[in-house]
């Protein structure tokens, strides 16, 4: 919910501040390319004020993307509770990402869109948060491949980051898709997810 703050405030702390810039970017603006004056403009506060928790709008936006990051961890972390059997994992891990995506206030589409634009010190925030989500991924590959041997060992990082790559891809599809196509874009996903996890187990044997 976008409120705007009548006045300055006499004091604010760092969250507030990411609140506001996430009231401009909405869904579909580039946090990149917010300015300092839109930011206070919107936390109702001074310039003096903003730098006292960030050197500069970069790095807010490195906070914005750091806490996309957690909200990506959150939802790894749920998944892993709903999730049944192996042949579930797939299924339960790509339904949470494009759920959570979806809905009002999600950080995920910062993560999505943002991979493209900025300065090194930004490219690397986002680098970051990818290699985490492929490294817990690789994680249960490596979880799975113990009980029945289907890729190589030293494998599973690069099969991990294909189904990372792929994932992001297509929640960035779904960003600029009309909501009726989520759920297509969705089995879409999970079937390619499967393809690359099946094409993974057989390159084992060649």
């Known amino acids: 919910m976008n409120v705007k703050t009548v006045g300055r405030k006499a004091s604010i702390n760092s969250q507030e501040i990411i609140s506001a810039a996430l009231n401009l970017v909405g869904p579909h603006r580039s946090i990149s390319s917010l300015s300092l004056r839109e930011v206070t403009r919107e936390a109702g506060i001074a310039p003096n004020s903003f730098y006292r928790h960030f050197k500069d709008v970069e790095a807010l936006n490195i906070a914005i993307i750091e806490l996309a990051g957690k909200h990506l961890r959150t939802i790894i972390r749920d998944a892993r509770t709903l999730i049944i059997n192996e042949r579930s994992v797939v299924r339960v891990s790509v339904e949470c990402f494009f759920s959570e995506m979806s809905k009002p206030g999600s950080t995920l589409p910062i993560l999505l869109r943002?991979?493209?634009?900025?300065?090194?010190?930004?490219?690397?925030?986002?680098?970051?948060?990818?290699?985490?989500?492929?490294?817990?991924?690789?994680?249960?590959?490596?979880?799975?491949?113990?009980?029945?041997?289907?890729?190589?060992?030293?494998?599973?990082?690069?099969?991990?980051?294909?189904?990372?790559?792929?994932?992001?891809?297509?929640?960035?599809?779904?960003?600029?898709?009309?909501?009726s196509d989520l759920k297509k874009t969705t089995e879409e996903t999970v079937l390619m997810v499967k393809f690359i996890l099946k094409g993974a187990s057989s390159a084992k044997t060649e």
Not at 131 to 139: G, R, S, V, Y
């Open 114 to 179: 943002e991979g493209t634009v900025g300065s090194g010190d930004f490219q690397d925030a986002i680098k970051k948060q990818l290699d985490f989500f492929a490294h817990e991924l690789q994680t249960d590959l490596e979880k799975a491949n113990a009980i029945s041997k289907r890729y190589q060992t030293d494998e599973t990082l690069v099969v991990a980051k294909a189904v990372t790559q792929l994932v992001f891809a297509m929640g960035g599809i779904a960003l600029n898709s009309p909501e």
